[in-house]
């Protein structure tokens, strides 16, 4: 599968935006889910997390209240919305997919087989 995310930007503190994530290849519906982000200087983090049925969602703590995943299977395509976004929340923003049968939502990096080329996201304050 091929993952392809659009959306990131430069936005001010509390400002919002969507990333999408759309898959070609095979469908979205066969794998379970992620976003991770990647800051300057820092190892890659995991934001959020979506199962292959869409029953089980994740989010880092960090983001948890602001951040919203879902997925669109027609579309074949996994969203993150983002709101009241923070300067800390400035990265590269990467969709992964896990093509284990292990059910969840959330998975470390490393653990994803799929990744996009990501986009980046940038908040000033």
């Known amino acids: 599968v091929q993952l392809v995310e659009s959306g990131g930007g430069s936005v001010q503190a509390g400002g919002s935006l969507r990333l999408s994530c759309a898959a070609s290849?095979?469908?979205?519906?066969?794998?379970?889910l992620g976003w991770l982000r990647q800051a300057p200087g820092k190892e890659r983090e995991f934001v959020g997390g979506?199962?292959?049925?869409?029953?089980?969602?994740s989010y880092a703590d960090s983001v948890e209240g602001r951040f919203t995943i879902s997925r669109d299977n027609a579309k074949n395509t996994v969203y993150l919305q983002m709101n009241s976004l923070k300067p800390e929340d400035t990265a590269v923003y990467y969709c992964?997919?896990?093509?284990?049968?292990?059910?969840?939502?959330?998975?470390?990096?490393?653990?994803?087989?799929?990744w996009g080329q990501g986009t980046q996201v940038t908040v000033s304050s």
């Open positions: 992964a997919a896990d093509s284990s049968y292990r059910s969840g939502s959330y998975f470390a990096p490393e653990e994803y087989d799929y």
């Open positions: 290849g095979r469908r979205l519906s066969s794998y379970n």
């Open positions: 979506i199962s292959r049925g869409g029953d089980s969602l």
